[in-house]
């Protein structure tokens, strides 16, 4: 009935939305300067800048949190 298919449409949301996480993860913050010398910058400042390919992106670490966030909220 509707609530099989509000329950597996759940379940397939949170696993798309955990593969594209770790996905984009794997293929985009190992290529990011951010991590690299963000130590020099005091931790504030959450985007490479302009100088350095405009980019604001999260490193592997914050994409790896993020995707076990959306597998517990998809097992709970």
Do not use: E
């Amino acid at each position: 009935g509707l609530g099989d298919f509000l329950v597996h449409y759940a379940i397939a949301l949170g696993l798309h939305t955990t593969t594209l996480i770790l996905v984009k993860g794997s293929l985009v913050a190992h290529g990011s300067k951010l991590m690299l010398d963000k130590r020099d910058f005091g931790y504030s400042f959450p985007c490479d800048g302009l100088g350095r390919g405009d980019t604001c992106d999260i490193s592997a670490w914050v994409t790896f949190y993020l995707a076990v966030f959306w597998m517990l909220n998809t097992i709970g």
